[in-house]
């Protein structure tokens, strides 16, 4: 028994080495771990408040020099630099800023006035063209044969009313002279019949068949006399008559050449103005029709960029603060660095129910040398709406 007692003595304890091994893979206790933490969160706070600290620096030290400039300048003399509104606005204050669109004062859309195939095209984008450049030109083969045909008729014209004119007086004349000699003949009849009936009465040497004779001869040529007459009278009211129809008929041929001739002109488009050419509508073989809806109707479009207004849309809110009249700075979008002088143009008649606004046009002034260069239709542009305080003294 003592043997056996101390083999199992000299035996490891196996429930003790278990229990080590579960307890090594326990986790560890929050107060063990709130221990382990307190040693590098402290650290990591301090790195962050160092980062934090050095950024800050860093921005002030990289101001400094930008705002150290404006005592210098005070300095010498020289006035601060002041800030972007009074930039823009030296005459005045800025009561309200307002972004817009570009829009020439007139742009047309040049149309033929007669239809046609282009057979010559002369229109670039960009290119500035004077009032009555040729822009291009229509085949004009029918309109060539319209206007001939208008002449001919014309000179047929002419020609009845110069044979009405020359040769009616003539006929009047024969007519005249045919009356003359009726009358004549009447008188010899007249005094045939009076001897006639005094012999009748003095029973001298005639028959019965003599007098009658000379009575009947009498009253046929005092009849012939009547007709003459009337017909002379026809004649020449039927004169005037046909000769103003003559003339008429001039006047509507004449009328008729002037359409074809003008036809024929305008198969060559010109611009109407002075300005530069927007947009290209039309190319050379292109058939245009001025009154298509549908097809094509329109060869380019053509605006004077020296002539331009700014189009804004004021909030009702705001449009107390603009008056017509009202001096502005006006600078585009893409070259913020270029102003140019405005005036309020027109504020439109009626408002934008959707936006609650009121349309305005500030009228911008150009110079010569920079026509088209900076300012073009449809950029945006950001204008400066000016307090005038003479304005405000005259109210």
Not at 63 to 74: D, G, I, L, N, S
Request: glycine letters at 4%; one cysteine or more.
């Amino acid at each position: 028994m003592s043997m056996i007692q101390d083999r199992l003595d000299s035996r490891p304890n196996t429930s003790n080495i278990l229990s080590e091994r579960v307890q090594s893979l326990r986790l560890p206790k929050e107060s063990e771990m709130r221990r382990g933490q307190g040693t590098w969160l402290p650290w990591t706070f301090c790195f962050l408040f160092a980062g934090a600290t050095a950024v800050l620096a860093f921005l002030l030290v990289s101001r400094q020099p930008a705002e150290a400039r404006v005592p210098a300048t005070e300095i010498q003399g020289q006035p601060a630099s002041q800030d972007k509104a009074s930039q823009t606005a030296p005459s005045g204050n800025i009561v309200l800023d307002s972004k817009g669109y570009i829009v020439p004062v007139r742009q047309i859309l040049v149309s033929p006035k007669v239809s046609g195939m282009i057979v010559k095209s002369y229109i670039l984008e960009g290119r500035r063209v004077n009032k009555g450049d040729v822009l291009a030109e229509l085949e004009d083969v029918d309109y060539q044969a319209d206007v001939r045909r208008a002449q001919a008729t014309l000179e047929l014209a002419r020609h009845r009313l110069s044979e009405i004119e020359t040769n009616r007086p003539k006929e009047v004349g024969a007519a005249e002279a045919e009356l003359e000699e009726a009358r004549a003949q009447f008188a010899q009849a007249q005094s045939d019949f009076e001897r006639s009936k005094e012999l009748v009465k003095s029973r001298t040497a005639i028959s019965q068949q003599e007098f009658e004779l000379a009575q009947s001869k009498y009253l046929a040529q005092q009849q012939r006399v009547k007709r003459l007459e009337y017909a002379l009278q026809l004649m020449e009211s039927s004169r005037l008559k046909r000769i103003a129809a003559a003339q008429a008929e001039v006047r509507q041929a004449e009328a008729e050449l002037a359409k074809a001739q003008w036809r024929l002109e305008n198969c060559t488009i010109r611009a109407p103005i002075t300005g530069t050419i927007l947009k290209k509508n039309a190319e050379e073989g292109n058939i245009v029709n001025p009154i298509a809806f549908n097809g094509s109707f329109s060869l380019c479009d053509l605006a004077d960029l020296s002539d331009l207004e700014v189009e804004l849309t004021i909030q009702e809110r705001d449009i107390s603060k603009v008056r017509v009249g009202q001096k502005c700075k006006v600078r585009a979008e893409a070259f913020p660095d270029r102003v140019y002088d405005g005036v309020v143009s027109r504020l439109m008649p009626i408002a934008d129910r959707a936006k609650g606004a009121i349309p305005v046009r500030v009228k911008v002034t150009v110079p010569r040398e920079e026509e088209g260069v900076y300012l073009k239709p449809e950029m945006g542009a950001l204008v400066s709406f000016l307090n005038d305080p003479n304005q405000e003294e005259i109210k």
